[in-house]
């Protein structure tokens, strides 16, 4: 076992916040299949994905200024991640 496994969370990053266009997270898990959801500050879901690999990439666009929360869940971990649309 590595030591990984203890740990609850996911060491994933977000940037750049506050961001305009696109965010990047990476630290996402390379073996497990990461589902993301992004809601608004009100608590809506506003987008999920189902993504594998370490890296993904979002267009924000078609979101409004405003924060925003993603939470990542990978294999029985769980992080939330705030950030803020330009």
Known sequence: ATKNDL???INAR?????????ITINGLSASA????????ISGKL?????????NYTY???KLAAGSYYITIQSDKKITTLKF???
């Not at 506003?46 to 370490?54: A, F, I, K, L």
Request: proline residues 6%; aromatic residues 6%.
């Open 33 to 40: 299949t990461t589902t993301l959801s992004l809601y608004n």
């Open 14 to 22: 977000l940037y750049p916040n506050p961001a305009k266009d696109v």
């Open 46 to 54: 506003m987008h999920q994905s189902t993504v594998t690999g370490e």
């Open 84 to 86: 803020v649309k330009e």
């Open 7 to 9: 740990s609850n969370t």
């Open 59 to 61: 267009n924000l666009q």
